[in-house]
């Protein structure tokens, strides 16, 4: 990974904080996964990849004319995201918070190919509602829903 100067890292979380997407994901029935994702009309992305990994691809969407491209990360990766912008954060902090909270409890009780209890199963699915919960409802300008003043 190539680490970004101060510059980068804010462009990079204000571009986050307008079009990126942080998400607790149920990976089958007995799994979850910290994901970030941004999209955008045009390929910004190079820079992500090369600080944070992850994966560049493009897609065409349904209800959309144009293609569109899309930068995601998973885990570890998105967790060093998150801790890196985090101070920088405006309208996605409380998400990081949830998000950053989830990664650190869960990277511990959740070893690879471990089978989860239902209490485990539980406690992700709460982290994953807190989440959503944080998300502006839509028809709600984002600023507003977060009480950012232009």
Wanted: hydrophobic fraction near 40%.
């Amino acid at each position: 990974m190539q680490a970004l100067n101060h510059q980068e890292l804010a462009w990079a979380a204000g571009f986050f904080d307008g079009e990126g997407c942080i998400e607790i994901t149920q990976a089958g029935h007995k799994s979850y996964c910290l994901r970030i994702s941004i999209c955008q009309a045009i390929n910004v992305f190079s820079q992500y990849k090369l600080a944070f990994g992850g994966c560049i691809r493009d897609y065409q969407p349904k209800r959309s004319p144009r293609r569109q491209w899309e930068w995601e990360v998973h885990g570890q990766e998105a967790a060093t995201f998150l801790y890196l912008l985090r101070p920088v954060l405006i309208v996605k902090a409380k998400q990081a918070d949830i998000a950053l909270e989830f990664y650190g409890w869960y990277s511990q009780v959740a070893g690879k190919g471990s089978t989860l209890s239902n209490h485990v199963l539980e406690k992700a699915a709460i982290y994953q509602r807190q989440l959503r919960a944080e998300r502006p409802r839509r028809g709600s300008p984002i600023c507003e829903a977060r009480g950012v003043k232009p």
